[in-house]
């Protein structure tokens, strides 16, 4: 066996050196380099057991699968979110900024299950079982049969838990604080998270428990240190939140037995965090639809429709570059909508400041956002305020064109249903619609959507003396 050797492990990322850096080559992360142990944990083992391997069965993908029943949580929305309840024997990674409330979901959780009379563990690293005590008494539910300990050493954890009925859910709050004797690094680092999930997960796999990890993540929305334990979990959720607002946002990063685009909504309260049915709803409060730049999206979060706001501000800039600023969606897809708005559009926004915010703190992936996102831009720039009770939705291709986008029927139902009146979409994908009391407006390229607006806008919002109509080419 080779001689323990120090060597050096990026707390990022990972990544090994074998001699002390400022700037991890891998990740590119400052000052994340420390020193480790080079033969701790479980590869060292590995090696030393090369060529002692035991026989095992190799087997078909056909037989008989043992499609294990599900666990519901009781909770709507993170079952939506695992895909339909937690899986015996499996690994999930909880990930989110401190203070959004990943303790609150799962004691919450742990309760439900407890109640519904299943065994279930929450092993605390960071907080006393007092403190532990005292959450669940201001959530009202210290009758919840919940075993607790303050616990951080994994072997003591994993000898608890092997003793007894097999728990339905172990809750490990947090990862990072967690340490294991298989492992010489000192506790926190990445070899001792990774050695500790490991030990878990093998747990985990071998009983047939679920185990809920919660990891912290960084300012920059990684999960902090252990993005390694990421690929060893079988699904990977985020909560998330904006500093501020009451409610919160459980998705699917990754999910082994189920779709990764569901997300779940919450509202924290004083009693914890609530389900929230009807996200639009939430999303779409308090809002100032006689403003212009506001455009409301007719959006998909995995199968469920979700209708929210887009805000652009189009403003003169002082600046020889002028900003680009967006808020909950994807910076380079902005650059792309405005490119497509001059080049197509006869817009000249080089001389303006562009900011874009999707409200409510949510985040937008899907190409349907470009309509959207364009029409706001358009109606900023001119000043003329978008119809208060119409819906946006499609996809602009470099050319200007809008394209069709998926589940147009789910939108403008969902459209519907909240009392929305028209809707502004590729031509395509609003074929077979007429049946919903809703006036459908074809739109098959930007230039038209332009047109549209710079028509309806208001007259002495349009005066030249304000400078704000938009400059054809
Ligand atoms: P917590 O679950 O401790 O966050 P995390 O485990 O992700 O660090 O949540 C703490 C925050 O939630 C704290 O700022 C207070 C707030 N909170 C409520 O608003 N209502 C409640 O009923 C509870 C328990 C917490
Ligand atoms: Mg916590």
């Given at each position: 066996m080779a001689k323990a050797r120090a060597s050096f492990v990026c707390q990022s990322c990972g990544a090994l050196a074998q001699r002390w850096q400022g700037r991890c080559e891998s990740c590119g992360e400052w000052n994340t380099m420390t020193e480790e142990a080079a033969s701790s944990g479980i590869a060292a083992r590995a090696v030393a057991g090369a060529g002692k391997g035991r026989v095992f069965p190799l087997e078909s993908l056909?037989?008989?699968?043992?499609e294990a029943p599900r666990i519901h949580s009781g909770i709507g929305e993170l079952d939506r979110v695992t895909g339909g309840g937690f899986v015996p024997g499996s690994v999930l990674l909880i990930g989110g900024e401190p203070g959004i409330g990943k303790s609150t979901l799962l004691i919450q959780a742990c309760a439900r299950l407890a109640m519904l009379g299943r065994r279930v563990v929450y092993i605390s690293g960071e907080e006393a079982v007092a403190q532990v005590r005292l959450r669940a008494a201001r959530l009202g539910l210290s009758d919840a049969p919940v075993e607790l300990a303050a616990e951080t050493s994994v072997e003591d954890i994993v000898a608890t838990l092997r003793k007894g009925e097999c728990p339905a859910l172990v809750v490990i709050d947090s990862i990072q604080t967690m340490w294991t004797d298989a492992a010489e690094a000192s506790p926190g680092t990445v070899t001792q998270v990774r050695s500790s999930a490991q030990a878990l997960i093998r747990y985990a796999k071998t009983s047939g428990a679920c185990v809920i990890m919660v990891g912290h993540v960084t300012k920059d929305g990684q999960i902090a240190g252990p993005r390694v334990v990421e690929h060893m979990v079988d699904a990977v959720v985020s909560f998330e939140g904006e500093g501020g607002r009451q409610f919160r946002i459980l998705r699917a990063v990754k999910n082994r037995f189920g779709p990764t685009d569901e997300i779940g909504v919450f509202e924290m309260t004083g009693l914890g965090l609530s389900e929230v049915a009807n996200p639009s709803a939430l999303f779409l409060a308090?809002?100032?639809?006689?403003?212009?730049?506001a455009a409301v999206l007719a959006g998909m979060e995995g199968t469920r429709p979700v209708l929210v706001e887009v805000q652009a501000l189009v403003a003169p800039t002082s600046l020889g570059t002028p900003r680009r600023a967006v808020v909950g969606w994807d910076p380079a897809r902005l650059s792309m909508v405005l490119a497509v708005l001059e080049a197509h559009?006869?817009?000249?926004?080089?001389q303006h400041d562009v900011y874009l915010n999707v409200a409510g703190g949510l985040r937008i992936d899907e190409p349907a956002a470009d309509l959207a996102a364009a029409a706001a831009l358009v109606s900023s720039l001119t000043g003329a305020p978008l119809p208060a009770d119409g819906v946006y939705f499609g996809e602009i291709a470099l050319s200007g064109a809008v394209r069709p986008v998926s589940h147009a029927g789910h939108r403008l139902k969902e459209a519907a249903k909240l009392g929305f009146q028209s809707a502004v979409g590729p031509p395509g994908a609003l074929?077979?619609?007429?049946?919903?009391s809703m006036a459908l407006k074809p739109c098959g390229h930007i230039s038209a959507l332009v047109a549209d607006i710079a028509a309806s806008g208001p007259r002495r919002e349009r005066a030249p003396a304000r400078g704000q109509s938009p400059a054809h080419a």
């Open positions: 056909q037989g008989a699968s043992r308090g809002r100032d639809a006689s403003a212009p730049g559009g006869g817009l000249r926004l080089g074929e077979g619609q007429e049946k919903l």
